[in-house]
């Protein structure tokens, strides 16, 4: 099953739960200050066909900041 994800970076505050919780370790925190002062996570394209659609960094997001794709193949 592939995935992929999107998230919000104006609702994200840069802790770095899902960072440490994917497994596939795609997310990173990105160099840019949001709106809020936060430097928001980011996945990269590259990066982002590792996705599973596992849905760990959705739930462990505390901000709901992240939406998860799944293509059932
Ligand atoms: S859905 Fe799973 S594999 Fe995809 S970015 Fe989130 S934690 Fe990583
Ligand atoms: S868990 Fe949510 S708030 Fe924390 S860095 Fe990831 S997207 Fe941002």
């Known amino acids: ?11 994200c505050k840069g802790c770095g739960f899902c960072v440490i919780t ?5 997310i990173k925190l990105g160099t840019t200050f949001n709106n809020l002062g936060y430097l928001p996570a980011m996945v990269i394209d590259v990066d ?7 849905m760990l960094c959705a739930e462990i997001c505390p901000e709901i900041a992240i939406e998860v794709w799944q293509e059932i193949e």
């Open 48 to 54: 982002m066909e590792k996705c599973t659609g596992c």
């Open 22 to 26: 994917c497994p596939k370790g795609i």
């Open 1 to 11: 099953m592939k995935g992929k994800i999107k998230i919000d970076s104006e609702l």
